[in-house]
């Protein structure tokens, strides 16, 4: 059984600013969004794929970005983020449908 992921898209221009502003903005996956290395002088290491492809792709292609989703409150997040001042290595899980809660929290 395969559970559909809501993908987020930006509705308009606005939206998708404040958007990469607040996830790309203080990613360090992108080191020209979050001011790291000045765009001209960026390679192609320097920027994160998934937000060139979420303006070539429509949200319903198979090529649209699974990270950028609507998290289990309604709020549009990026679940490739990882704080500029993360240590490198691998990140942290994020927590999804298909993972079994091993430490439920009692009322």
């Given amino acids: 059984m395969s559970t559909e992921i809501p993908l987020f ?25 979050n001011g790291d290395v000045d765009a001209d002088m960026a390679s192609e290491q320097d920027c994160c794929p998934i937000i060139g492809a979420t303006y070539a792709y429509d949200v319903t292609h198979p090529e649209y ?30 927590r999804d449908a298909h993972t079994v809660d091993m430490f439920e929290v009692s009322p």
């Fill in 65 to 94: 970005p699974r990270e950028w989703r609507y998290d289990d409150d309604g709020d549009p997040v990026c679940t490739a983020f990882e704080p500029v001042d993360a240590p490198d290595g691998p990140s942290c899980a994020t």
């Fill in 9 to 33: 898209r930006p509705s308009n221009g606005t939206q998708g600013e404040s958007f990469i502003a607040g996830w790309c903005g203080r990613c360090k996956r992108d080191r020209v969004m």
